[in-house]
């Protein structure tokens, strides 16, 4: 009886040591690992993925977290250098041993990202990054959430080219960064094929430049009737502006990174006329409800901040998140990472707002299809009276290509 | 338009702004023999300063010019007392990587208050371009081909007429012998960095209205160093003709080699002016006796 007694009263305080490890694990934060470029020409992009998740997570965790836990992030600076993302991302797996990574950076960053993060059979949602690459990993732990593929926006481009611009000679100036470079190379091919389009020079430049007089002394030697630049905004203003000072009066067509208020302030007038894409549901300042609310929270979270901010990045990272937390939330209390993917993979047509009470909608709705492509939607704008008004008489199909066209997905 | 003519307008005026990074570069070698790898942040910090003093305090341009050289020198004057003079007797890498660090200090400094948002200057002239010959240029880049040659001139007048500018010279070819005629050598020291940082102070205000403020501005410092090593450390003249020399090159290289090759071109022309003259076009052999 003793014997009993004491196999018994040891049994019960093993069941309850392993009733509250359970707990006390339930109860941990989640932790994320986040990536992006903090310093360097390419901070506003890291810093806006940033900050648009840590708003989202706030929110997360002011209702209650997720499955009663809370959400936390930890942030790294890549540079936007692949030899740093893949010290960061060794740092993030094996030091900080995150359960997750969202990332915010650009796209030969993502490709590394991406690369360790299969390796390691972590889930890695990219919010930012656009190259083809990191989803033709074809890895089932890499989501890409509210960015869009390469792929589909020179779909959409060369449509917009063709059938609205109606360009029949266009000159390209690209920056040599893999997305900058990846998408003009694909446009270029795209609007040959399809609308016989003369590209009449590529001229290259590279992210930082300050002076584009050469490049942009070429295109005017060509006479297009379109300069298609494909770039970070920065750059892109500085040669719009010096385009018009060289006395090119030729339009150009942009990217879906120049649709930012800071490619206004530098370019000013000379901006005018300038076509882009735009990937969010709504610009800075738009009058939607769901946008005034954004801005009204964002500028409470970061009251110091210029005007410019929140940037469309920290909108795609403020959706992407509440996507990785809802993936998070059906995954259940027991959430495991193989757990975490299959449950992202039901998401279709998730809008953030639908089942997460502070949120607001300012993201495309996100489905993971077969590629793990969250958004495949755009829509083009035209800077008219030195702001960014939507083209409301063109309305770019979505696409529905496969890519690659027999993806098979592995873990 | 004739391609040739704009291209070398075009490089010309790419070239001042190479010039203005180059002289100040060279001002401070010549009297204190450092290499001062924080002068492209002394762009930046004009520039920002010159978005101050215009946006923020509505100052109007010209006198925010003259605003960002007074702040830009005071800013010289405490970074040399504060990073450089402990550093006197220092090997001569010790002082190179403390300019290295003050560069960071300074950009990351700014990105902490302002962020990378960038900015931009109203300036006081037009950015219509004018017509001559058929090459066209604005007033704005006409501004800073005309302030290098003000500047030019005014650091000749400077060195062989005034007290100061002659004590800056003696200090230049022997610190040990200015200071045996009386001469502060560690008062020329600041008044040196204060000069070489208006100089930078003045470019950040003048190409602030044209390319927009961020902190990446200091990248300028690349093409302006290899100005300074081409027209021979120790030379203004030379550092006006390797600032052009570099625009213009780079613009040629930029349309009729490739533009992915306009960035590599200053390197190969300071390789081959190095290769037939290693002390550069302008600068003296040093010849040290062993």
């Not at chain 1, 740092?91 to 997750?100: G, L, N, T, Y």
């Not at chain 1, 379109?226 to 060289?246: D, N, P, S, T």
Request: glycine letters at 10%; aromatic letters at 8%.
């Amino acid at each position: 009886m003793n014997l009993l007694s004491s196999l018994g009263k040891r049994a019960g305080a093993l069941a309850a040591a392993l009733v509250m490890t359970s707990m006390a694990h339930a109860q941990q934060d989640i932790l994320i690992g986040y990536h992006g470029p903090m310093t360097g020409p390419a901070s506003w992009v890291g810093l806006g993925g940033r900050d648009g998740a840590l708003l989202a997570i706030d929110e997360i965790n002011a209702a209650g977290g997720v499955n009663g836990r809370k959400i936390k992030m930890i942030s790294y600076d890549d540079g936007a250098k692949p030899s740093e993302a893949e010290a960061v991302s060794k740092k993030m797996i094996e030091s900080d041993k995150v359960f997750a990574i969202l990332g915010g950076g650009v796209s030969n960053v993502g490709i590394v990202v991406g690369e360790e993060a299969h390796r390691a059979k972590v889930p890695y949602m990219n919010g930012t990054a656009a190259s083809p690459k990191i989803m033709d990993i074809q890895s089932r732990w890499i989501f890409s959430g509210a960015t869009i593929d390469i792929r589909d926006i020179s779909q959409n481009e060369v449509i917009f080219i063709g059938e609205y611009l109606k360009a029949k000679k266009v000159a390209v100036m690209n920056a040599t960064d893999e997305f900058s470079q990846t998408l003009a190379n694909d446009v270029i091919k795209g609007i040959k094929e399809k609308y016989g389009v003369d590209v009449t020079t590529q001229q290259k430049y590279n992210p930082g430049d300050t002076d584009f007089s050469s490049q942009l002394l070429a295109v005017k030697q060509t006479n297009p009737d379109h300069v298609l630049l494909f770039g970070l905004y920065v750059e892109a203003a500085r040669a719009i502006r010096q385009a018009r000072e060289l006395g090119i009066r030729t339009p150009f067509m942009g990217d879906t990174s120049m649709m930012n208020s800071g490619l206004l302030t530098v370019a000013g007038p000379a901006a005018e006329g300038l076509t882009v894409e735009y990937v969010p549901l709504y610009f800075n300042g738009n009058k939607a409800k769901d946008m005034v609310e954004f801005e009204a929270r964002y500028k409470k979270k970061f009251p110091s901040y210029p005007v410019d901010r929140p940037n469309y990045v920290d909108v795609y990272n403020y959706g992407t998140m509440y996507a990785l937390a809802e993936g998070m939330k059906r995954a259940g209390p027991n959430m495991t990472q193989k757990g975490l993917v299959e449950a992202l993979e039901t998401l279709k047509e998730f809008k953030a707002s639908d089942s997460w009470p502070n949120a607001v909608h300012i993201i495309q709705p996100l489905s993971f299809n077969e590629a793990h492509n969250g958004n495949r939607r755009l829509s083009f704008h035209r800077v008219a009276n030195g702001t960014f008004q939507p083209i409301a008489d063109f309305k770019p199909p979505v696409p529905t290509t496969k890519f690659p066209a027999n993806a098979t997905l592995k873990w | 338009m004739e391609l040739i003519p704009q291209l070398i307008v075009s490089g010309i005026a790419a070239g001042a702004l190479y010039a203005l990074v180059a002289i100040g570069l060279v001002l401070i070698y010549k009297a204190t023999e450092i290499v001062n790898f924080a002068q492209g942040e002394s762009v930046t910090v004009g520039a920002y300063m010159g978005w101050l003093f215009v946006t923020e305090f509505h100052m109007p341009y010209f006198p925010a010019i003259a605003a960002v050289m007074a702040a830009s020198a005071l800013v010289g004057i405490v970074v040399e007392r504060v990073a450089y003079r402990p550093l006197i007797h220092s090997p001569p890498f010790t002082v190179i990587l403390a300019t290295l660090a003050v560069g960071l200090i300074i950009k990351n400094a700014i990105r902490l208050v302002w962020q990378d948002t960038p900015r931009t200057i109203n300036g006081a002239l037009s950015a219509t371009p004018l017509e001559f010959a058929g090459v066209l240029i604005t007033p704005e880049r006409l501004a800073i081909i005309v302030t290098v040659a003000v500047v030019v001139t005014a650091l000749m007048l400077f060195f062989r007429f005034t007290k100061l500018g002659k004590a800056m010279r003696a200090t230049a070819q022997s610190q040990e012998a200015a200071s045996l005629m009386g001469i502060s050598v560690s008062g020329i020291f600041s008044k040196t960095w204060a000069l070489g940082s208006a100089l930078g102070g003045i470019a950040g205000v003048l190409i602030a209205p044209l390319i927009g403020i961020n902190t990446e501005l200091g990248g300028v410092l690349i093409p302006g160093f290899v100005a300074a090593i081409v027209g021979g450390f120790t030379s203004i003249p030379g550092a006006i003709v390797g600032g052009i020399m570099v625009g213009v090159f780079e613009n040629f290289a930029g349309v009729y080699v490739s533009s992915s090759f306009k960035r590599v071109v200053s390197f190969v022309i300071l390789i081959a002016v190095l290769m037939i003259r290693p002390s550069g076009l302008f600068g003296k052999p040093v010849r040290k006796q062993v």
